[in-house]
């Protein structure tokens, strides 16, 4: 995914001058063929994520579409301020492509994992989250993200993710992506948790539960009207995310079942990394494992809260 | 690095206690006016820097202040974005927006906050008072006109507290790698901050060698000298493909000499009709 998103930053910029690529100390020979075409808009430069954002600002002030690139936790969380007053406040076209979004990095531990970063960027005013599912879906991702207005993160996954979604759906922003119908339970679910969503739908199937289930690409702005619309009319709703359950797509989608007042028998769950640093190290699978962001902890989920949902209206 | 330039080379000893001309005393007097709209401001930061802007506004930049964003403009950004009474005095000066707007500085009609903001205030460059930002900004700026083959140049003006940021260095670092000679840095160097000297909190020195080991040319001047400042100004960038970094030593409330070096007025609120009488007639020189 990582791949594919960078030689699209490069295909893009061929065609449009105003784009220009930073890179924080990344891989040996990454974008190589930019900096060989385009040295005047590429900047390999150190690490130093606070000057590389406000860097990233000035140039996008001056009317540039800025590509920023490195690992997940250190473009989010080094530096935050620069985040929130360079490109929030100023609002401007700066797009930060951050690798490892969730527990990618599981091997290198708990300084790697970018487990919050959802939470803390959807703090910000003017910003917008993006967490494509696949390689498929950043393809069509990526040619929106040039004229799009305003700072937007983009949380890659680990890359060799299986193809999931299509081009049915002509891919925009800001939209929502039903991947199943069903009217027993929803199951919500951004980036690359869709596949546990979706091998949880199958299971549910095959025991007779009918569930929708909806990818929510874009974070922030939250679709919320069309979120509603299908969360009104389904009693059961669960959201699955490789995040933090504080601040991440779930607790948007807990904001939003929250104020709307539904019917007492609405019931709800969110499936994502309880508030721990992982304990362990192996891979992103294990630690998705351990904590409970799997196919079978979607279906548990959804056949307990049934369970209380009928018991309710007995 | 130019020989002919009336400048000292140490960083003690070098500002002048002579007199302030007209000009000087003027917009001075501006801040103060402007301080009865809200009775409140960081005076001291904003007195230091007065010479520095007003040199750059009459002299060095080139700009249209009723086209504010003008393509081939010079690029100016108060990084100290606690001192922006001295830089609303100037920009009202040079009609940038009516002076009216002084004095709503910090009320719920104006356009005038405690700090500058970008898009609100016309000849602001960026929003400035979180410290530790204004020079990857200016950065970003002198790197779009290389890549744009604009002559624009960026100057970008940071505080000597602002300096301890981490951020700053970082910045430093990268203008001396990319040898940004469009990018000049004018530090306002009162040697004072919120709690002490800079000396006690969180000393600089040795500051022009520290600039220049991160790839900068370094002079140091004294900030309230209109005639030395214009001097060391007028011929940056001062070496060939190196960005320039010039130390002004300035005296934090420089003008009104109960605030001069007096850390009460870093910053001061509920300011009272006798203060601001008091100020008015220190100024008058």
Same mark, same amino acid.
């Given at each position: 995914?990582? $791949?594919?998103?960078?030689?699209?930053?490069?295909?893009?910029?061929?065609?449009?001058?105003?784009?220009?690529?930073?890179?924080?100390?990344?891989?040996?020979?990454?974008?190589?063929?930019?900096?060989? %075409?385009?040295? %005047?808009?590429?900047?390999?430069?150190?690490? !130093?994520?606070?000057?590389?954002?406000?860097?990233?600002?000035?140039?996008?002030?001056?009317? $540039?579409?800025?590509?920023? !690139?490195?690992?997940?936790?250190?473009?989010?969380?080094?530096?935050?301020?620069?985040?929130?007053?360079?490109?929030?406040?100023?609002?401007?076209?700066?797009?930060?492509?951050?690798?490892?979004?969730?527990?990618?990095?599981?091997?290198?531990?708990?300084?790697?994992?970018?487990?919050?970063?959802?939470?803390?960027?959807?703090?910000?005013? !003017?910003?917008?989250?993006?967490?494509?599912?696949?390689?498929?879906?950043?393809?069509?991702?990526?040619?929106?993200?040039?004229?799009?207005?305003?700072?937007?993160?983009?949380?890659?996954?680990?890359?060799?993710?299986?193809?999931?979604?299509?081009?049915?759906?002509?891919?925009?922003?800001?939209?929502?992506?039903?991947?199943?119908?069903?009217?027993?339970?929803?199951?919500?679910?951004?980036?690359?948790?869709?596949?546990?969503?979706?091998?949880?739908?199958?299971?549910?199937?095959?025991?007779?539960?009918?569930?929708?289930?909806?990818?929510?690409?874009?974070?922030?702005?939250?679709?919320? %009207?069309?979120?509603?619309?299908?969360?009104?009319?389904?009693?059961?709703?669960?959201?699955?995310?490789?995040?933090?359950?504080?601040?991440?797509?779930?607790?948007?989608?807990?904001?939003?079942?929250?104020?709307?007042?539904?019917?007492?028998? $609405?019931?709800?769950?969110?499936?994502?990394?309880?508030?721990?640093?992982?304990?362990?190290?192996?891979?992103?699978?294990?630690?998705?494992?351990?904590?409970?962001?799997?196919?079978?902890?979607?279906?548990?989920?959804?056949?307990?809260?049934?369970?209380?949902?009928?018991?309710?209206?007995? | 690095?130019?020989?002919?330039?009336?400048?000292?080379?140490?960083? +003690?000893?070098?500002?002048?206690?002579?007199?302030?001309?007209?000009?000087?005393?003027? /917009?001075?007097?501006?801040?103060?006016?402007?301080? @009865?709209?809200?009775?409140?401001?960081?005076?001291?930061?904003?007195?230091?820097?007065?010479?520095?802007?007003?040199?750059?506004?009459?002299?060095?930049?080139?700009?249209?202040?009723?086209?504010?964003?003008?393509? +081939?403009?010079?690029?100016?950004?108060?990084?100290? =974005?606690?001192?922006?009474?001295?830089?609303?005095?100037?920009?009202?000066? @040079?009609?940038?927006?009516?002076?009216?707007?002084?004095?709503?500085?910090?009320?719920?009609?104006?356009? /005038?906050?405690?700090?500058?903001?970008?898009?609100?205030?016309?000849?602001?460059?960026?929003?400035?008072?979180?410290?530790?930002?204004?020079?990857?900004?200016?950065?970003?700026?002198?790197?779009?006109?290389?890549?744009?083959?604009?002559?624009?140049?960026?100057?970008?003006?940071?505080?000597? =507290?602002?300096?301890?940021?981490?951020?700053?260095?970082?910045?430093?670092?990268?203008?001396?790698?990319?040898?940004?000679?469009?990018?000049?840095?004018?530090?306002?160097?009162?040697?004072?901050?919120?709690?002490?000297?800079?000396?006690?909190?969180?000393?600089? +020195?040795?500051?022009?060698?520290?600039?220049?080991?991160?790839?900068?040319?370094?002079?140091?001047?004294?900030?309230?000298?209109?005639?030395?400042?214009?001097?060391?100004?007028?011929?940056?960038?001062?070496?060939?493909?190196?960005?320039?970094?010039?130390?002004?030593?300035?005296?934090?409330?420089?003008?009104?000499?109960?605030? +001069?070096?007096?850390?009460?007025?870093?910053?001061?609120?509920?300011?009272?009709?006798?203060?601001?009488?008091?100020?008015?007639?220190?100024?008058? =020189?």
């Amino acid at each position: 995914m990582r $791949k594919l998103c960078l030689d699209m930053v490069y295909e893009l910029a061929k065609e449009d001058p105003r784009i220009c690529f930073i890179g924080s100390d990344l891989g040996f020979g990454t974008l190589n063929q930019f900096r060989e %075409e385009m040295p %005047e808009r590429f900047f390999m430069e150190g690490v !130093n994520e606070a000057n590389i954002i406000g860097m990233a600002a000035g140039l996008a002030l001056e009317g $540039k579409v800025v590509y920023v !690139n490195t690992i997940a936790t250190f473009i989010t969380r080094r530096c935050f301020e620069q985040l929130v007053l360079d490109l929030g406040l100023h609002n401007v076209p700066v797009r930060l492509i951050g690798n490892g979004g969730g527990l990618v990095y599981a091997p290198l531990g708990s300084t790697h994992l970018a487990i919050d970063d959802i939470a803390i960027l959807r703090t910000i005013p !003017n910003m917008s989250i993006v967490a494509p599912a696949d390689e498929a879906e950043m393809k069509r991702l990526m040619p929106l993200t040039v004229d799009y207005p305003g700072p937007l993160y983009i949380r890659l996954g680990k890359g060799n993710e299986p193809i999931l979604t299509t081009d049915e759906v002509p891919f925009a922003i800001g939209q929502v992506i039903p991947m199943r119908q069903g009217s027993d339970a929803l199951i919500i679910t951004t980036g690359v948790t869709l596949q546990a969503a979706l091998e949880g739908a199958d299971e549910l199937a095959q025991q007779g539960i009918a569930a929708t289930v909806l990818h929510v690409p874009t974070v922030k702005p939250l679709p919320k %009207e069309i979120l509603l619309d299908y969360i009104s009319t389904i009693p059961v709703v669960v959201t699955i995310e490789e995040h933090t359950l504080m601040g991440g797509l779930g607790s948007a989608i807990a904001e939003l079942i929250a104020e709307a007042n539904f019917s007492e028998g $609405k019931r709800f769950k969110r499936i994502g990394l309880p508030d721990v640093f992982p304990d362990k190290y192996g891979s992103q699978a294990d630690l998705m494992k351990r904590y409970g962001m799997t196919s079978q902890q979607v279906v548990a989920a959804v056949t307990g809260l049934r369970k209380k949902q009928l018991a309710f209206f007995k | 690095m130019s020989n002919s330039l009336t400048i000292t080379k140490s960083s +003690e000893g070098s500002v002048t206690h002579g007199a302030l001309d007209k000009r000087s005393r003027e /917009l001075r007097k501006t801040i103060v006016k402007t301080l @009865k709209a809200s009775r409140r401001g960081h005076l001291g930061a904003s007195f230091s820097l007065i010479e520095i802007l007003r040199v750059l506004y009459d002299d060095i930049l080139r700009y249209d202040s009723q086209n504010p964003q003008w393509l +081939e403009r010079d690029r100016c950004i108060l990084s100290k =974005g606690h001192g922006c009474l001295a830089l609303y005095a100037i920009l009202a000066d @040079k009609g940038f927006f009516p002076e009216s707007e002084l004095d709503k500085f910090c009320q719920v009609d104006g356009i /005038l906050g405690g700090h500058p903001e970008y898009g609100k205030v016309p000849g602001v460059e960026a929003s400035t008072g979180s410290l530790g930002h204004g020079l990857s900004i200016g950065i970003g700026f002198a790197l779009n006109a290389r890549i744009d083959k604009a002559d624009y140049r960026t100057f970008v003006i940071l505080g000597d =507290g602002e300096s301890q940021e981490g951020s700053i260095w970082e910045a430093a670092m990268c203008a001396g790698k990319h040898r940004l000679s469009n990018l000049t840095v004018l530090m306002d160097y009162n040697k004072h901050q919120s709690y002490g000297s800079t000396t006690e909190v969180q000393d600089l +020195e040795p500051l022009a060698d520290k600039w220049r080991a991160f790839g900068f040319a370094a002079v140091e001047v004294d900030g309230h000298d209109v005639t030395a400042l214009r001097d060391v100004l007028s011929q940056v960038p001062l070496e060939t493909h190196k960005p320039t970094a010039i130390i002004c030593h300035t005296i934090k409330g420089k003008g009104v000499d109960f605030a +001069e070096n007096n850390l009460n007025w870093h910053h001061k609120s509920r300011i009272s009709d006798n203060e601001i009488q008091a100020m008015l007639t220190a100024l008058e =020189g």
